[in-house]
């Protein structure tokens, strides 16, 4: 029986300029993946996982994605809740009902510890199932992170300031 081959995107955690720029690059690999399926979007992160509200990120336009990658926030709407035992039979049973194989969390270090309970849930369930995470900004405190979409913006952020206080010490 072949693994199922859809994908669900969440997004997790505090809202930032580069999320939805982190969901513009998955979901734009995705679509261009061979062999993959259709590309869900969670409304709300796992709230809308536990309710099977997903939206079908394949139809969205080209000029959509473009607007979605450049505004800051969350497109699909966020969220702080955790997966907890009681959540598990709901997710497993959304995620084989909608053929889904692949989970990107894209978060910080409490929606990594989300993704990481999600794969152990589905292992110890004995469900193929690949997870994710995918950090929103300058998460670089992830084990294996070289580098985030939030870097850029921080380093201009501190050159900014070391500029801005030895001016203000020449005065």
């Known amino acids: 029986m072949a693994e199922p081959n859809n994908i669900i995107v969440m997004q997790s955690g505090g809202n930032t300029a580069v999320f939805n720029r982190s969901l513009f690059g998955v979901v734009t690999e995705a679509l ?58 709901a997710v497993l049973r959304v995620l084989s009902s909608r053929g889904i194989g692949h989970v990107h969390v894209i978060g910080g270090n409490d929606s990594a510890a989300t993704g990481h309970a999600l794969h152990l849930a589905a292992t110890a369930a004995g469900v193929p199932l690949r997870v994710v995470n995918v950090p929103k900004t300058i998460d670089n405190d992830l084990v294996g992170t070289d580098h ?13 300031a070391t500029m801005g206080a030895a001016r203000d010490s020449e005065a």
């Open 32 to 89: 261009g993946s061979e062999g993959a399926g259709k590309v869900y979007g969670a409304v709300h992160g796992l709230e809308g996982l536990l309710a099977d509200e997903l939206l079908d990120l394949g139809t969205y336009s080209a000029t959509r994605w473009k607007t979605i990658s450049r505004t800051p926030g969350a497109a699909l709407g966020s969220t702080r809740r955790r997966l907890g035992p009681e959540d598990v039979p």
């Open 148 to 160: 985030t979409p939030g870097y850029g913006s921080a380093a201009r952020f501190v050159a900014l």
